[in-house]
């Protein structure tokens, strides 16, 4: 049984640059949730998206945005990379409805120069 | 928006002794509390989680508490083992007719001293 998968497990990019973060959910979830974990630090919540849909957002701004496809593997994007984005971002999936437990991909090191 | 507060931030204990990590949350309207596990560079991993219409969970050495009047929720470790050393998130959640937002804690890094 395939846990949550993300790619890539680390990059690395100069200010002003964009990034696309991937995302499958483990087998059987269809919703997935992206989160900020900035170094010492608790994750951060991105955005949920359910039925190909963004359902619900955290304070973040509109630079970042994300995508859900029809076989719930989502993507994040992020515009105009700012220093303070580096950080690890977490992916994490769970089965329909609110208020379900969420499973953890790895993370993606993103590094900002 | 909810506001999920996570004490101590370190804790050290010797091998065997009881270790409990305190979270406060601020919205009562919050009513699911997951409890997440992250050892270094690895992904967090769901260790125990419990529901508003329930006080208390236990599994094996692990209970979670939940004191819904005081906006409060505890994890219990016990007989702990060096392999319990670890960072230690709480999070709040509440269920939302458009999905749910978990708000996490700042962590607590545990020590288990052999």
């Known amino acids: 049984d395939a846990g949550v998968t993300q790619s890539p497990t680390h990059l690395i990019k100069t200010r002003g640059q964009q990034v696309t973060l991937r995302c499958s959910p483990k087998?059987?979830?269809?919703?997935v949730s992206w989160y900020q974990q900035a170094l010492g630090q608790g994750p951060q919540f991105i955005f949920q998206?359910?039925?190909?849909?963004?359902?619900q957002r955290g304070n973040f701004p509109d630079r970042f945005s994300g995508h859900q496809f029809p076989n719930y593997s989502s993507e994040l994007n992020v515009n105009a990379l700012l220093l303070g984005d580096s950080a690890l971002y977490l992916c994490?999936?769970?089965?329909?409805?609110?208020?379900?437990?969420?499973?953890f991909g790895d993370g993606t090191r993103l590094s900002i120069l | 928006g909810e506001n999920v507060e996570q004490h101590p931030s370190t804790l050290s204990v010797q091998e065997g002794d009881s270790a409990v990590i305190k979270c406060t949350y601020s919205?009562?309207?919050?009513?699911?509390f997951p409890w997440y596990k992250q050892e270094l560079g690895k992904r967090p991993q769901l260790i125990i989680d419990?529901?508003?219409?329930?006080g208390e969970k236990k599994d094996q050495r692990i209970a979670v508490t939940l004191n819904k009047t005081a906006k409060h929720f505890s994890l219990h470790i016990t007989e702990t083992q060096p392999e319990d050393s670890a960072v230690y998130f709480c999070?709040?959640?509440?269920?939302?007719?458009?999905?749910?937002?978990?708000?996490f804690g700042t962590g607590t890094s545990l020590t288990v001293i052999p």
């Open positions: 087998s059987g979830h269809d919703t």
């Open positions: 919205d009562s309207a919050s009513n699911y």
């Open positions: 999070a709040a959640s509440m269920t939302g007719n458009t999905g749910n937002q978990f708000y």
């Open positions: 998206y359910y039925e190909e849909e963004e359902r």
């Open positions: 994490a999936s769970s089965l329909g409805g609110s208020n379900q437990p969420q499973h």
């Open positions: 419990i529901r508003s219409n329930v």
